[in-house]
């Protein structure tokens, strides 16, 4: 089993920058590929990025791509998504998850899911 705690979430402005982390329990971390999904009010959850288990290849949307750096440090059993350059488009319950590599990931692979933590970029 493994847990997910997403942090970092919160209120901000346009063009500003904030930093999600994800703590994840198990001693499987360092194998699996980890990401992050966003869920706007009304809308259905999307893929935003995601990273393999050694962090050597990276995936994105379309809509975050030059703005958001996904990383991870296995040692620290810890994932973080960097969102640079925010609109308030990005603005969304952003969840933390794991599956088994960055392309299933992004079809909808996923075995493990955080709770969320919200963030507001106003405009």
């Known amino acids: 089993q493994v847990q997910l705690v997403e942090s970092g979430g919160g209120l901000v402005q346009a063009g500003d920058s904030l930093r999600l982390s994800c703590a994840a329990s198990?001693?499987?971390?360092?194998?699996?590929?980890m990401g992050w999904f966003r869920q706007a009010p009304g809308k259905e959850r999307e893929f935003v990025a995601a990273?393999?288990?050694?962090?050597?290849?990276?995936n994105y949307a379309d809509s975050v791509k030059g703005r958001f750096t996904i990383s991870r440090d296995n040692a620290k059993n810890t994932m973080y998504l960097q969102m640079n350059s925010m609109k308030p488009e990005d603005t969304a319950t952003y969840y933390c998850?794991?599956?088994?590599?960055?392309?299933?990931?992004?079809?909808?692979?996923?075995?493990?899911w955080g709770k969320g933590t919200l963030v507001t970029v106003s405009s």
């Open positions: 990273i393999s288990g050694s962090g050597g290849t990276t």
């Open positions: 998850a794991a599956g088994y590599t960055t392309a299933t990931m992004r079809s909808g692979g996923i075995n493990y």
């Open positions: 198990g001693r499987t971390f360092g194998k699996s590929a």
